[in-house]
């Protein structure tokens, strides 16, 4: 058996060495080990040099048990896109204590949760950071935005679907004075006809980072929005064929 086993390993290698000899234009495939270096690589830029989102969980007291482990399952996305990023965010987890509900669901859902590449801290996102340096992402703001910009730091709100009450985040920021902006849902996109005649400019913390992340790596605001604003939502993209 060991004979036999030595055998099928040495014509493996020499399998893949006259592959590699008959398409020399195709790169081999890195290793586990390498990809996990380079990502943690270019996180770390991020914290470094940015660009950098801070998602607000001060708000998680009154979620019920499902509301808050559909926010550890977006949390869970928003991070896994983050670390398929060519260009990553650093994201800082603000209002997150370690003994909350919300920490022990996002153990429980999230394989290796605790040693995610991120900032996890109990302060609030404005006492974090200076003010001027702030943004808060929410759709009922006047201001769409306009760029992404590595100096500031984007905040979402954690919240889903079934806490939302109107302006919550909105008014967060405007009692500490940070500007406020949405995406430019209204500027690429037209709402299209559905039985429910519904139309919803709120989405997920990961499908906003979606959009986020691709328009930062290609400067392209309806390709990001093709990316984050799914079709039940009652939008498309203003040139669309659809």
Same mark, same amino acid.
């Given at each position: ?66 509301? +808050? ?5 977006? /949390? &869970? @996305?928003?991070? !896994?896109? $983050? ?99 949405? +995406? ?5 996109? /037209? &709402? @299209?006809?559905? !039985?429910? $005649? ?45």
């Amino acid at each position: 058996m060991v004979a036999a086993k030595k055998s099928k390993r040495k014509q493996e290698k020499e399998r893949r060495k006259a592959n590699r000899a008959e398409n020399p234009g195709i790169r081999p495939q890195h290793s586990k080990r390498f990809l996990r270096t380079l990502t943690k690589e270019r996180l770390l830029e991020a914290k470094h040099s940015g660009p950098r989102l801070c998602i607000d969980l001060s708000m998680t007291d009154h979620m019920s048990k499902k509301e +808050l482990s559909r926010l550890a399952g977006q /949390i &869970r @996305r928003l991070y !896994g896109s $983050n670390k398929k990023a060519d260009k990553p965010f650093w994201i800082c987890l603000a209002g997150f204590s370690r003994d909350s509900p919300l920490y022990e669901e996002c153990l429980r859902m999230n394989d290796g949760f605790s040693s995610y590449m991120l900032d996890i801290t109990e302060e609030d996102c404005f006492s974090l950071f200076p003010l001027e340096t702030l943004v808060y992402l929410t759709p009922d703001s006047e201001h769409a935005l306009e760029d992404v910009d590595v100096n500031k730091i984007y905040i979402l709100g954690g919240l889903v679907d079934e806490s939302i009450q109107k302006k919550v985040t909105f008014q967060k920021a405007r009692e500490h004075s940070v500007q406020t902006a949405r +995406l430019p849902i209204q500027e690429y996109m /037209i &709402r @299209r006809q559905n !039985g429910k $005649n519904y139309y919803s400019e709120i989405l997920a913390i990961n499908q906003v980072f979606d959009i986020l992340s691709t328009y930062f790596e290609t400067r392209n605001w309806p390709e990001a929005l093709k990316k984050g604003v799914s079709s039940g939502k009652g939008y498309v993209l203003q040139n669309s064929v659809e």
